[in-house]
């Protein structure tokens, strides 16, 4: 049985594809409404405008959702089996969203003032979700190197770094097997540095 979706979420998916394949610019309301299959003054009346759907789109799409749901279920793991499945999320996320992430930067250097805010704020808060891993980690006993919150700005450099380079400039997959030995690296760098 499937679940109907609903007119939101009909609305952010076509968002989500039209601005992946044209970026904001390029991508008109009229557009996102035809591929949503409703009429364009509902996008309005749920988003308001075209500026706050794609910073709710965005926000759907991500990798701070994941993250926030993975961590509560390695917060009972040791550092060296919680660092690899937060990795293995993160790296997931963003390669399931490459073309998103693409776009994304894309819009940040034709229009840095109006979206530079947005990837302030959610870098912040993807600081803040990893930053609460591993203040947690800290409070079980675990003794860490350096403050949580610039262990989680280490983790998602180091992380986003790696994709950025073999995703988005190189174009290969950074979840592919020939990349196991350089994961492994970035988990042991990542567990054997904030580990105090």
């Given at each position: 049985?499937?679940?109907?979706?609903?007119?939101?979420?009909?609305?952010?998916?076509?968002?989500?594809?039209l601005l992946s394949e044209k970026g904001f610019a390029g991508s008109?309301?009229?557009?996102?409404?035809?591929?949503?299959?409703?009429?364009?003054?509902?996008?309005?009346?749920?988003?308001?405008?075209?500026?706050?759907?794609?910073?709710?789109?965005?926000?759907?799409?991500?990798?701070?959702?994941?993250?926030?749901?993975?961590?509560?279920?390695?917060?009972?793991?040791?550092?060296?089996?919680?660092?690899?499945?937060?990795?293995?999320?993160?790296?997931?996320?963003?390669?399931?969203?490459?073309?998103?992430?693409?776009?994304?930067?894309?819009?940040?250097?034709?229009?840095?003032?109006?979206?530079?805010?947005?990837?302030?704020?959610?870098?912040?808060?993807?600081?803040?979700?990893?930053?609460?891993?591993?203040?947690?980690?800290?409070?079980?006993?675990?003794?860490?190197?350096?403050?949580?919150?610039?262990?989680?700005?280490?983790?998602?450099?180091?992380?986003?770094?790696?994709?950025?380079?073999?995703?988005?400039?190189?174009?290969?997959?950074?979840?592919?097997?020939?990349?196991?030995?350089?994961?492994?690296?970035?988990?042991?760098?990542?567990?054997?540095?904030?580990?105090?």
């Open positions: 049985m499937t679940v109907k979706k609903t007119t939101r979420e009909r609305i952010l998916q076509a968002s989500f594809e008109c309301t009229r557009e996102i409404a035809q591929r949503a299959g409703v009429a364009e003054v509902t996008i309005f009346r749920h988003f308001t405008n075209k500026e706050n759907l794609f910073r709710q789109t965005t926000q759907r799409h991500s990798s701070i959702p994941a993250l926030a749901t993975v961590i509560p279920t390695i917060l009972d793991k040791p550092i060296h089996e919680g660092i690899p499945v937060l990795v293995d999320a993160f790296l997931t996320r963003m390669s399931d969203n490459k073309s998103w992430i693409r776009i994304f930067q894309m819009e940040l250097q034709r229009d840095p003032e109006v979206f530079r805010p947005e990837c302030q704020r959610l870098l912040e808060e993807l600081y803040q979700v990893c930053g609460g891993y591993f203040s947690q980690v800290l409070r079980d006993g675990t003794s860490i190197c350096c403050d949580p919150l610039l262990a989680s700005k280490i983790f998602v450099m180091l992380c986003y770094g790696f994709f950025q380079v073999e995703e988005i400039q190189l174009g290969n997959s950074c979840r592919s097997s020939d990349n196991q030995p350089v994961i492994d690296a970035i988990i042991k760098m990542l567990c054997k540095g904030i580990e105090a």
